[in-house]
T-cell receptor
Framework: GEDVEQSLFLSVREGDSSVINCTYT??????LYWYKQEPGAGLQLLTY?????DMKQDQRLTVLLNKKDKHLSLRIADTQTGDSAIYFC?????????????FGGGTRLMVKP | DVKVTQSSRYLVKRTGEKVFLECVQD?????MFWYRQDPGLGLRLIYF???????EKGDIPEGYSVSREKKERFSLILESASTNQTSMYLC????????????????FGSGTQLSVL
């Protein structure tokens, strides 16, 4: 079945770059996603990448996709304390009911002042 | 903006009680989902619904049921709560009618932290 894995925790200093990594198993995924969950809140879609792309940049965020190795990463430049949150990667797959998402376990990013 | 509202932020229940978790979305979305979130396990899908009165089992449906009598409301029911159902429960919705590239963009509620004692 589908499986998405992430490391549990990452700690960086304010102003440094953060890189959160994710591996997935479903090579037929059309899109891969990064969701952000701030304390006490639900998940919010942060960014996504189409599976035929290698890289996508959106302001401080850079998503890298290595489809051969089924590896996805999220780089946050100039990390701020407000970036402290749990980051979930997700891949899409299709079942009888349509498109569904499988989430990784989440990476807790802690940004130290 | 899409709003997904979960009726309770925190709930404390006793083992064996029947528990209702309510979720309402205000954007006429067809699809609604219930996930549970546990540390290190991420989000696991319990049930989802793609239309009124329609429901499908997710990855971990045991011990749960759902009800979708109206399009905007999706209820998660624990018939007889057990301590291993202590968790954060997240409701989400999505729509097929979207300018997003796919219909997989999920909008989440803030979650209900359920403790079963």
């Amino acid at each position: 079945g589908e499986d998405v894995e992430q490391s549990l925790f990452l700690s960086v200093r304010e102003g440094d770059s953060s890189v959160i990594n994710c591996t997935y198993t479903d090579s037929s995924s059309t899109y891969l996603y990064w969701y952000k969950q701030e304390p006490g809140a639900g998940l919010q879609l942060l960014t996504y990448i189409f599976s035929n792309m290698d890289m996508k940049q959106d302001q401080r965020l850079t998503v890298l996709l290595n489809k051969k190795d089924k590896h996805l990463s999220l780089r946050i430049a100039d990390t701020q304390t407000g970036d402290s949150a749990i980051y979930f990667c997700a891949e899409s797959f299709i079942n009888n009911a349509g498109n569904m998402l499988t989430f990784g376990g989440g990476t807790r990013l802690m940004v130290k002042p | 903006d899409v709003k997904v509202t979960q009726s309770s932020r925190y709930l404390v229940k006793r083992t064996g009680e029947k528990v209702f978790l309510e979720c309402v979305q205000d954007m006429d979305h067809e699809n609604m989902f219930w996930y549970r979130q546990d540390p290190g396990l991420g989000l696991r899908l319990i049930y989802f619904s793609y239309d009124v009165k329609m429901k499908e089992k997710g990855d971990i449906p045991e011990g749960y049921s759902v009800s979708r009598e109206k399009k905007e409301r999706f209820s998660l029911i624990l018939e007889s709560a057990s301590t291993n159902q202590t968790s954060m429960y997240l409701c989400a919705s999505s729509t097929l009618r979207t300018d997003f590239p796919t219909n997989e963009k999920l909008f989440f509620g803030s979650g209900t932290q359920l403790s079963v004692l």
